[in-house]
């Protein structure tokens, strides 16, 4: 939902990443001020056979619907890399639209 340069909503996002051999899934609350989101939530770390949960926060500078983001996720002891940060670019397309005040 955007208006008057704000915005709010939900996310969800799903990757592979190749270093650490693994999947991850997040989803959770979006919200920001013209160029400037944050968004937060679960995430999910599939590898190898184990599955972790833990938490992320994504911090995105952008124009539009291209963003740039640095990304931090904790997660419990079960796999190696507590702590991971990433870095990387986000397009964002809304899913609906409405007109409204």
Do not use: C
């Not at 709010?8 to 920001?32: F, M, N, R, S």
């Not at 507590?82 to 007109?99: D, F, N, W, Y």
């Amino acid at each position: 939902r955007l208006q008057n340069a704000h915005f709010i909503g939900l996310y969800a996002d799903g990757y592979y990443d190749w270093g650490a051999d693994g999947t991850y899934v997040t989803g959770g609350l979006a919200l920001g001020h013209k160029l400037v989101g944050l968004d937060g939530g679960v995430a999910l770390r599939f590898a190898d056979g184990d599955r972790d949960v833990g938490v992320t926060g994504r911090l995105t500078v952008g124009l539009g619907t291209l963003g740039i983001y640095g990304r931090y996720a904790y997660f419990n002891d079960v796999m190696e890399n507590e702590h991971v940060i990433q870095l990387g670019l986000v397009i964002k397309l809304p899913l609906a639209t409405s007109r409204g005040n």
